[in-house]
Nanobody
Framework: QVQLVESGGGLVQAGGSLRLSCAAS????????MGWFRQAPGKEREFVAA????????YYAPSVKGRFTISRDNAKSTVYLQMNSLKTEDTAVYYC???????????????????WGQGTQVTVSS
């Protein structure tokens, strides 16, 4: 099992930036892909971005493409989400997740991620 802990959330004005971190521990070698999801009140949890631990593969939701950047630091077993040009609609609890299946693709589906962090709140004000 991979344990995941998100951090870096907070309050930011629209147009501002924030960087989230997801620290992985435990059987990190079991995971292949790390993803970021978010959930706003009353809405479904939605995919944001994902990255492979190995190789160059990244994948972004259209709503954040060009604004958010996912990256990794393998030595620290940490995945980051740099969020720029934040909008009020980015307000949500952000979760990181691990996909422990060696798929040929990077999944955007919640059910294909096996381990989840507790989430970190991101609030973007007008």
């Amino acid at each position: 099992q991979v344990q995941l802990v998100e951090s870096g959330g907070g309050l930011v004005q629209a147009g501002g930036s924030l960087r989230l971190s997801c620290a992985a521990s435990g059987r990190t070698f079991s995971s292949y892909v790390m993803g970021w999801f978010r959930q706003a009140p009353g809405k479904e949890r939605e995919f944001v971005a994902a990255i492979r631990w190995s190789g160059s593969g990244t994948y972004y939701a259209p709503s954040v493409k060009g604004r958010f950047t996912i990256s990794r630091d393998n030595a620290k077993s940490t995945v980051y989400l740099q969020m720029n040009s934040l909008k009020t609609e980015d307000t949500a609890v952000y979760y990181c997740a691990a996909d422990n299946v060696g798929r040929s693709y990077i999944s955007y589906r919640r059910v294909e991620y096996d381990n989840w962090g507790q989430g970190t709140q991101v609030t973007v004000s007008s």
